[in-house]
């Protein structure tokens, strides 16, 4: 994508929900008009082009601003397949121009107050307050580190607000001591399992509770999705109380889909007061994927690294988003996704630097039937110097038919599935579930043997039985 595109399609301008004054109209107006067409600017009132190599990122229609997503690819945007995904520009763009590391910065979430407003007043007021002629100079001279020191001063401010004050610096938990047993085993250097159950579609737990009781002896802790594939289930945090009174370990999965700011502080703080601790947040699948596409896919109030960063203020600073101070700050191990097959391996390993420095304390990845790629992605996560900062758990689901690998393959973003398999579940016909496990059990015993991963996240999608023999097998052997 060349540096202006002038004609691009890009999505409508946000409009302020106040009236602004005459002078603060006209300067909007110029401003959407020429950083519109130039940017694909939607006047967000919070500019971030510098950071996302001059392509605006309010484009993208999950409306993450720290991406890209797990189902990011060259192709297309997963959610609206008539456009690229603007992040996988972004990130194509920032490593030609050298610019990757500037990916690193945790960005705020949209200003709401000042949606629809313009930039350009506040760079030029921030110009005056470091000094005019200071800033002129700083430009002009000729040594690198004070023409970039000048250039922060005047925009850092602006598009770090103090309510936020991201940046791109690891920032280690404060305390050192394990808050849940997932925490203190994978501390320990034990090779973990973990599973996930889906949620029922009604209000009766008899199977909920079923399932607990057939994974619980296995696993060490068991995820709750959040409404996962955008289908309204009973709530994650319903699921992770009934599993902590039958003594089960759970992990709180917290959608940015379905928690804008409010919510997810809420919900954390409530969580943990009924003792849930492992707190996985992710950017959730877009609702054009779900049962009720006509839902909003336009923008989130938050996306996966900003769910991070906050809640990793509130549990070490001590704050909520706000700033009011927390008397009793929630304690919580922090996970969060990771796609290693999603985009390319040295653009995924950005992003789940990313997320490690926000406060991501353990890494679940989608689901990973190829060992060679994955060993692509561990790769580059070791070039970004971060497999001693965080616990990496590696997705597993057993192929239960054709109809599922071929599902998987073609219609799940962010997944590679080799012919190799497909061709061996087709081979096995009826047998197909019994080759589906076999083909997990392999896997399993390669992952197990490549350094950096501590643990297997198992996802049976709704086939609890098949854990134990999993499990069982892999370890034995
Ligand atoms: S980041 Fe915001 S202000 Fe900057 S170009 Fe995009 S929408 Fe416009």
């Not at 579609?201 to 996962?228: C, E, G, Q, Y």
């Not at 990845?365 to 996560?381: C, H, I, K, P, R």
């Amino acid at each position: 994508m060349s540096l202006f595109t002038p004609a691009r399609r890009w999505q409508p301008p946000f409009y302020p929900f106040k009236r602004e004054k005459f002078p603060g109209r006209l300067l909007a107006g110029t401003e959407r008009v020429i950083k519109g067409p130039l940017f694909g600017c939607r006047m967000c009132g919070n500019c971030l082009l510098q950071e996302t190599a001059f392509i605006c990122p309010m484009e993208c229609p999950k409306g993450i601003r720290n991406g890209p997503c797990g189902g990011s690819s060259a192709e297309h945007c997963y959610v609206d397949n008539t456009r690229k995904c603007i992040w996988y520009c972004i990130y194509e763009r920032s490593f030609r121009m050298g610019r990757e590391e500037k990916l690193l910065e945790v960005l705020p979430p949209v200003d709401w107050d000042k949606a629809g407003t313009e930039t350009w007043a506040d760079v030029v007021s921030q110009v005056r307050k470091t000094g005019t002629g200071k800033f002129i100079k700083g430009r002009f001279t000729l040594d690198r580190m004070r023409r970039m020191e000048s250039w922060e001063n005047v925009f850092r401010p602006v598009r770090q607000p103090v309510w936020w004050d991201g940046d791109s610096s690891f920032h280690p938990p404060v305390s050192a001591g394990p808050v849940s047993s997932l925490e203190m085993k994978l501390k320990s250097g034990e090779f973990v399992f973990t599973t996930e159950i889906l949620p029922p579609l009604h209000s009766d737990t008899d199977r909920l509770r079923k399932n607990i009781t057939i994974v619980r002896p296995h696993v060490t802790a068991v995820n709750f999705t959040d409404n996962s594939s955008a289908v309204p289930r009973m709530s994650g945090m319903a699921c992770c109380k009934i599993a902590a009174e039958m003594g089960t370990e759970p992990v709180f999965q917290l959608t940015a889909r379905d928690n804008n700011r409010y919510a997810f502080q809420s919900k954390v703080i409530g969580a943990n007061a009924m003792g849930i601790n492992n707190i996985l947040c992710i950017t959730g699948d877009s609702p054009v994927t779900g049962s009720a596409p006509e839902a909003n896919m336009n923008v989130l109030d938050l996306d996966s690294v900003q769910m991070i960063w906050i809640l990793r203020r509130m549990r070490d600073e001590k704050i909520w988003l706000d700033g009011r101070e927390i008397k009793f700050p929630p304690k919580v191990f922090i996970g969060a996704a990771a796609s290693p097959f999603a985009s390319r391996p040295e653009f995924q390993a950005v992003r789940e630097q990313k997320k490690v420095n926000a406060g991501a304390q353990f890494l679940q990845t989608n689901v990973v039937f190829e060992s060679d790629g994955l060993e692509a992605w561990m790769e580059q996560l070791y070039k970004r110097n971060i497999l001693d900062k965080v616990f990496i758990l590696v997705g597993v689901t057993p192929i239960r038919s054709l109809k599922m690998a071929l599902h998987l393959k073609h219609e799940v973003p962010g997944i590679v599935l080799s012919d190799q398999i497909l061709k061996r579940i087709e081979k096995a016909g009826d047998s197909a579930q019994e080759e589906g496990i076999a083909i997990s059990i392999e896997f399993i015993q390669k992952v197990r043997k490549m350094s950096g991963i501590n643990g297997i996240h198992l996802m049976t999608l709704g086939c609890e039985s098949s854990i134990e023999r999993i499990i069982g097998e892999t370890q034995t052997s």
